[in-house]
């Protein structure tokens, strides 16, 4: 156990689906991420937050919303995707400048 | 914007036998981190290098840091099949200075 959890571990889901991923931290830290990893792609950051506040949003399409209520959840709202997103979306937590702590993952198929 | 390179790609050695994966970055670094994916799992951090020139070594694995802080290495002397996984470097994002930015990834294979 890292002590970042990610639900669900996998996910189907239709172009017209909406459907959020959830993200919790158990471990203090005040910076929290949501990275693609692609087979084709290396670790892409999506987006990224210190203290609740969204300090970087990587040119993802609006498509993809985050939302981060307190320093410990991180959601990634999904709608309308298409097939090129299936990915697995990890998210990771950190202090500031410190090491990232990854959870294990959605494994994300679009049909 | 800052892009972080690694070579080779992938790599496949004889248990027993030495390997060696290379970091670079377009920019100056102020640190860089390694991490260790293992088949179906998520990156879990190595080992972070923040000086100029800075050698680090974890057991059978040596992690160095370039003068320029510009490049980096990950060595493992004679591998184990436990060491199969995609090895990955990642230096700060040029945005925000703490999130991380990660190379491709070296893809290790170890046949016993």
């Known amino acids: 156990e890292t002590g970042v959890t990610q639900t669900p571990r996998h996910l189907v889901m239709g172009m017209t689906n909406k459907k959020s991923l959830k993200c919790e931290q158990h471990?203090?830290?005040?910076?929290m991420y949501w990275y693609k990893q692609s087979a084709k792609k290396p670790l892409e950051l999506m987006f990224v937050?210190?203290?609740?506040?969204?300090?970087e949003n990587n040119s993802v399409p609006s498509r993809f919303s985050p939302e981060c209520p307190n320093s410990s959840h991180l959601f990634l709202h999904l709608h309308t995707l298409q097939p090129e997103d299936s990915a697995l979306y990890l998210c990771a937590s950190s202090h500031p400048e410190g090491k990232l702590f990854f959870g294990s993952g959605t494994q994300l198929s679009v049909l | 914007g800052q892009q972080v390179m690694q070579i080779p790609q992938y790599q496949h050695v004889q248990e027993g036998e030495d390997f060696t994966t290379y970091c670079n970055s377009s920019?100056?670094?102020?640190?860089i981190q390694w991490y260790k994916q293992r088949p179906g799992g998520h990156p879990v951090f190595l080992i972070q290098?923040?000086?100029?020139?800075e050698v680090k070594k974890q057991k059978r694995l040596t992690f160095q840091f370039g003068e320029a802080k510009k490049n980096s290495s990950l060595h493992i002397t004679a591998t184990q099949t436990t060491d199969v996984g995609t090895y990955f470097c990642?230096?700060?994002?040029?945005?925000?200075?703490?999130?991380?930015?990660f190379g491709k990834g070296t893809s290790l294979l170890v046949t016993p």
């Open positions: 290098l923040v000086k100029s020139g």
């Open positions: 990642a230096g700060p994002n040029s945005n925000s200075g703490y999130a991380l930015n």
């Open positions: 937050y210190n203290f609740k506040e969204q300090t």
């Open positions: 920019t100056t670094l102020s640190n």
């Open positions: 471990l203090g830290h005040n910076a």
